[in-house]
Every structure is written in structure tokens, then in C-alpha cells.
């Protein structure tokens, strides 16, 4: 991999923030954007904006074309079987809710659900939502201190009530991988059904869904050099058969009468309304961009940016990292002894350090540790070591300032 070549892909890498040149480690929280990605929302605007599928004229049926291509390339990118499988979202969230909302017509009371402790709110909140609606009990897999889930507790939490489990592949406040195939192949024991939330896996780890046998998968392109606002939601055929419509309106229709309306086939039938085309068709242009690169490739960088960035931080006096998984992407979430973690991102950004600090819309985690929040940095595959030896020396210096 060529880091700076990659990095002349990245307009705003060439940014000064404050006097000083931007470096980017807040990438859990939203990925940069290449100009390939750029210009392909450049070009759907000036060469072929229109409203797509059912239009007869060139425009729409071009961008209908470019639109379905995508559909296309999600199947291939994460092995997924069927192209009718792939429903465009806009995001992680909404996929999550559309299957929390269509199981509030599927569970009875008493029915369990289970979720974990290292979870993100918007796989926590919707099922809080569907459990009290259902009068189901919702159950959690407990975390341990290096930040791992105690699969032994997850066994014994499981039974034949056991419907729903939903499960981060990669918890985004500590950067844990979890064993998602286990989990899965743990709960079709008891025919519970799995989501699995790959929001933070998808931009570092190859994901092969056929091989997971994951019932549903979420994710959305802003973590994967894509725009904000798109995602798409899996799910396995028969399982998205049985649940109903999530929202009313044009496309997700095949017949309407005052008497009766009938529902499209999938994956129209929870695509209601004009979608958000020039994201979509974004969102295949970042796919062929981090193809063009590599997964694995990138994944191998990162691994590296990650051992880096481990060492050095641990040679800083009174700093401990939360989170030390054996197997982790590139995220490192720590605090320093007497410091408030927004105290310290704030002095970064000073420098031009953009970090993330706060629960991290993980606030379960945080009450684990027993603390307000930290300051996490997350590294992608444009990041380098040159910058990560800048975030130690500007760590030291606002210590010395905040001491």
C-alpha cells in the first residue's frame, strides 16, 4: 500500500486545522470521503439526476440502472446470496429498527431477547422499545475488564424462548472483535435469530455473510468512505417475508385501492418513497474504492497502526487504555489519571487532532468501567505512524498544561 498516494485521494486531509495539518483519528465516528466518491455524487447530480424505476425516459432509466448496480455489488462484496436480499437504509439505525419494529408482531410475552453489554444505544433503545411493547424480557450478555463477552454466561442465557439475539461485530468504543460466528451458530441451537451490527467491522474486516449464516446484518457506508445517510439492511429471504412493511408509501406497493392495498416483492417492499439515489450510487463507488485497495491489505495496515499506537500510548505516564481485547480493530479508547477526557480532546483539537471523547453512545460500557467517558482514537488505512507520534507528543503537552 502507498499511504501518501492513498492520502492525495483524501481532499480534506490537506486541511489545516488551528494553524496545524488536520490529523483525522475519529474514524468509528465517520470515515473521510476519496474524491473518487466525491465525483461520483458530482456526476449523478450533473449528468443523470432523476427519479428512478418506474420512469420511461433515458435519465431515469440510466440512473435506475446505476442505482440497481450497487444492489449488485453489496451482494458481492459481503457474499450475500440473494440480490432481493440487500434493502437500502439509511444507515445502521434504521436497518436495526426496521427488524425490531417487524418483531413487534412476531413475540409474545414472555419471549426472550438478548443483546450485550458492549452494545451501541441503537441496538439497545429499539429493543427496550420492542420488549416493553411485547411484553418480552430482554436479557444481556455480560462483559469482562479486558473487554471481552463471557461467552460461558451467554450459553447459560440462552433457551427455547430465546427469539432474537443482536450483537455488535465489533464493539465501537473498545474496538473488541466479537465472536460473531459462534454467537450465531449458538442461537440457531435454539432457533433464536441473529442481527448482527457490523458498522464498525465492515470498513476493517471482509465480511462473508453466506459463511456467517447471520439471520440479519446492518451497516452503513459513511463508515466505509461512503456518504452519510445510506446503509443497507441483510436479512435471509424467508425471514424478511414474514415481517411487514416498515413504512407506507410509493414503491413498497403493488396494488392500492380504498378496499385493499398489496405490498411489492423484495426488496421493494421496505423501500418506501424516493430512496436517496446519489448515495447510493456513492456508497458503490467507496465499495470499488476499498476493493481497489484491498480488505485485507487495509485490515494488515491498520493491525499495524493499532500495535503502534498501543505501545506508544502505554509509555505515557498515568494513561490506561480501556479495552484490551486480544483480537481488536484500530480503535484505542483511554483516559489519564485526573483528567476529563473532553478536557483533553479539547486541547487536541488545538492542535489539529480531531479524537472522540464522551460514552461513545456506549454508556453501558462506560458504567462498567466505572467512568464518565473516555477519549477514544480510531485509525483508518490514510492514517500513519508520523501522526500518531504527533498525538503523543501533544498528549504530554496537555498534560503538562492540565497537570
Given at each position: 500500500m502507498d499511504i501518501e498516494k492513498?492520502?492525495?485521494?483524501f481532499p480534506i486531509l490537506s486541511r489545516k486545522i488551528k494553524g496545524n495539518d488536520l490529523i483525522y483519528f475519529d474514524n468509528a465516528a465517520t470515515s473521510q470521503t476519496p474524491i473518487q466518491v466525491i465525483n461520483k455524487i458530482s456526476e449523478y447530480y450533473s449528468k443523470y439526476n432523476s427519479n428512478i424505476h418506474r420512469g420511461v425516459h433515458f435519465l431515469s432509466q440510466e440512473a435506475t440502472s446505476e442505482y440497481e448496480l450497487v444492489r449488485?455489488?453489496?451482494?458481492?462484496?459481503f457474499n450475500i446470496a440473494k440480490k432481493k436480499e440487500v434493502i437500502f437504509t439509511s444507515g445502521?439505525?434504521?436497518?436495526?429498527?426496521?427488524?425490531?419494529?417487524?418483531?413487534?408482531?412476531?413475540?409474545?410475552?414472555?419471549?426472550?431477547?438478548?443483546?450485550?453489554n458492549l452494545e451501541h444505544h441503537s441496538n439497545i433503545v429499539p429493543l427496550q422499545m420492542l420488549a416493553e411493547k411485547t411484553s418480552s424480557?430482554?436479557?444481556?450478555?455480560p462483559m469482562n475488564l479486558s473487554g471481552d463477552l463471557d461467552l460461558k454466561e451467554y450459553k447459560k442465557l440462552l433457551n427455547n424462548k430465546t427469539k432474537l439475539v443482536f450483537v455488535?461485530?465489533?464493539?465501537?468504543?473498545?474496538?473488541?472483535?466479537?465472536?460473531i460466528k459462534e454467537i450465531i451458530k449458538e442461537a440457531h441451537i435454539h432457533d433464536a435469530k441473529v442481527l448482527i451490527d457490523g458498522a464498525q467491522s465492515a470498513p476493517h474486516i471482509k465480511t462473508d455473510l453466506i459463511d456467517l449464516n447471520a439471520d440479519f446484518y446492518v451497516t452503513?457506508?459513511?463508515?466505509?468512505?461512503?456518504p452519510t445517510g445510506i446503509g443497507f439492511l441483510y436479512g435471509k429471504e424467508v425471514l424478511l417475508n414474514e415481517l411487514p412493511p416498515y413504512q407506507g408509501g410509493g414503491e413498497m406497493i403493488s396494488e392500492v385501492t380504498f378496499e385493499k392495498t398489496s405490498y411489492a416483492d423484495l426488496p421493494h417492499k421496505f423501500e418506501a418513497g424516493t430512496p436517496n439515489i446519489s448515495g447510493v450510487i456513492a456508497f458503490g463507488a467507496a465499495l470499488d474504492y476499498l476493493n481497489g485497495i484491498g480488505l485485507k491489505e487495509i485490515e494488515n495496515y491498520e493491525n499495524e497502526l493499532l500495535k503502534y499506537a498501543t505501545k506508544k500510548l502505554k509509555e505515557v505516564s498515568g494513561l490506561r487504555i480501556f479495552g484490551e481485547a486480544k483480537n481488536k480493530i484500530s480503535v484505542i479508547s483511554f483516559n489519564i489519571e485526573s483528567i476529563h477526557p473532553y478536557d483533553l480532546g479539547s486541547i487536541l483539537d488545538k492542535m489539529g487532532i480531531a479524537v472522540r471523547t464522551g460514552q461513545h453512545c456506549a454508556q453501558p460500557v462506560m458504567d462498567f468501567y466505572q467512568i464518565p467517558g473516555t477519549v477514544r482514537v480510531s485509525f483508518s488505512f490514510y492514517n500513519t505512524k508520523k501522526e500518531i507520534d504527533f498525538l503523543i507528543l501533544a498528549i504530554n503537552k496537555a498534560i503538562k498544561m492540565l497537570s
Open positions: 492513498i492520502r492525495k485521494d449488485e455489488k453489496i451482494k458481492n462484496h445502521t439505525t434504521h436497518g436495526i429498527n426496521l427488524v425490531a419494529s417487524g418483531y413487534s408482531n412476531i413475540l409474545q410475552k414472555g419471549d426472550e431477547i438478548i443483546v450485550s424480557i430482554l436479557k444481556v450478555i455488535n461485530h465489533v464493539s465501537n468504543s473498545l474496538g473488541t472483535i466479537n465472536p452503513s457506508a459513511h463508515k466505509l468512505c461512503g
